[in-house]
Each structure stands twice: as structure tokens, then as C-alpha cells.
């Protein structure tokens, strides 16, 4: 056969393919989807929204695109770089904060939600020179290696011990009668689960939470 032949019947066959693909793409296309042709996300943004945030004791009025989650309100426009950017899906707990007491990842909520409301990041748990309870029971116990999951951990533990205190169970708590459950090493690393810890450190971390909760080690 001839080159000429040959570069001939390649050339039908691969448009012979071609041709048939697209046409199986038209027929399964819904027709809506063909007739509103490619859409188009270029609209303008939402107008800033002002928001006074009460962050560890202090008032700061921010303006704000509403889309603005709280970590990156706390980090890129406060300075507050305490509050770590992990997976940035509410997966990790390395954002965790502290909301009226409550802990919430403040990657998966708005600045704007939290108009007024009280909020305490790492920096705000110290007074003064003095570390918070958990924060010097974390240096004594090595409840840390590389230090990125260590905020939200400590501030997670913060709010669990609030919670517990206040007779909230947990999935392991067996005796739901009791005024407060009985801050076992299950109960503990059931109550911290959305905290990850890649560097495994969860042993100490536990300790660490035990000595801060007065409970032997």
C-alpha cells in the first residue's frame, strides 16, 4: 500500500472516531445545559461588610468581603497567626478557636457571623507571664512535636473540658445519669477525635489534658 494511502485511511479512521465521540456528547448533554451556552462566575463581588470582633479581650472593627472565613480574619488581617491553616475543611482542628466559651473551627465559619461575640484564640489564653494550665502542662508532658496542631489541640482541650464539666456525654460515655463523665483515656480521645496530631503525640497529649483536669497521670 501506498504512503499516501496509508496517511489517507489514518486520517479517515481518527475523524471517523472523533466525529462519533462528539455526537454521543451531544445526544447525552442536557438541553438546558446546551442552551445556556458556558457559564460565566465573573460577576462583581459582594459589597464589604463591617464586623466588630471581641478577640481576647479586645474590640477590633474589621471591613470585610462576607466571604471572609474567621481563620483568615484572624490571621491575614489581625496578625493573630496563633490559629493554624490546616486542611481548610473542618477536618483537622488545627483552626480551632474558642466562641463564647464553645469551640468551633474557624475555618468553617464566617468572620461576619460573630459580630460581637466573644472570642479567645491561643494568644488569649495566658494571663500575663502566666501559661494557661493546659499550655504548661503540654511543655511537661512533650504534648508536641512539630508545634502545627498544638494550638488548636490546646484550645480544643480547653472547650472539652468546659463541656464536660457542664455534663455534656460523649459517644464512649457510659453512665449518663452522672452530673459529669469520668475523664477516662477513651473518653478523652473520643472527646478530642477532631483534632489530628500528625505527629502522633497523642499519649502525652492525654497526659497533658489529665494533669490540667487535676486528674493522676
Keep these: 500500500m501506498a504512503e499516501s494511502e496509508l496517511t489517507t485511511m489514518e486520517i479517515t479512521r481518527r475523524t471517523v472516531i472523533e466525529t462519533g465521540t462528539t455526537a454521543l456528547l451531544l445526544t447525552t448533554l442536557p438541553r438546558a445545559a446546551l442552551a445556556a451556552g458556558p457559564s460565566d462566575d465573573s ?3 459582594p459589597p464589604p461588610a463591617t464586623v466588630e470582633l471581641q478577640i481576647n479581650g ?5 471591613t470585610l468581603d462576607p466571604r471572609t472565613t474567621l481563620l483568615d480574619a484572624l490571621r491575614e488581617h489581625l496578625a493573630l497567626t496563633g490559629s493554624k491553616k490546616g486542611c481548610d475543611h473542618g477536618q483537622c482542628g488545627a483552626c480551632t478557636v474558642l466562641i ?3 469551640r468551633i473551627n474557624s ?5 461576619v457571623m460573630h459580630d460581637g461575640q466573644s472570642i479567645t484564640t491561643i494568644e488569649g489564653l495566658a494571663e500575663d507571664d502566666n501559661l494557661h494550665p493546659l499550655q504548661a502542662a503540654f511543655v511537661e508532658h512533650d ?3 512539630c508545634g ?13 473540658l468546659a463541656e464536660s464539666q457542664q455534663g455534656m456525654p460523649s459517644y464512649v460515655t457510659e453512665d449518663l445519669t452522672h452530673p459529669t463523665a469520668e475523664l477516662t483515656d477513651a473518653e478523652i480521645r473520643e472527646r478530642m477525635s477532631g483534632n489530628i496530631c500528625r505527629c502522633a503525640a497523642y499519649p502525652n497529649i492525654v497526659a497533658a489534658i489529665k494533669q490540667a483536669a487535676g ?3
Excluded: D, K, N, W
Design 148 to 160: 502545627y496542631c498544638t494550638s488548636g489541640q490546646i484550645c480544643s482541650a480547653a472547650g472539652m
Design 143 to 145: 504534648g508536641f512535636q
Design 215 to 217: 486528674m493522676p497521670t
Design 58 to 62: 479586645r474590640s477590633h472593627v474589621l
Design 107 to 111: 475555618c468553617l465559619t464566617l468572620a
Design 100 to 102: 463564647e466559651g464553645r
Design 43 to 45: 460577576g462583581p463581588p
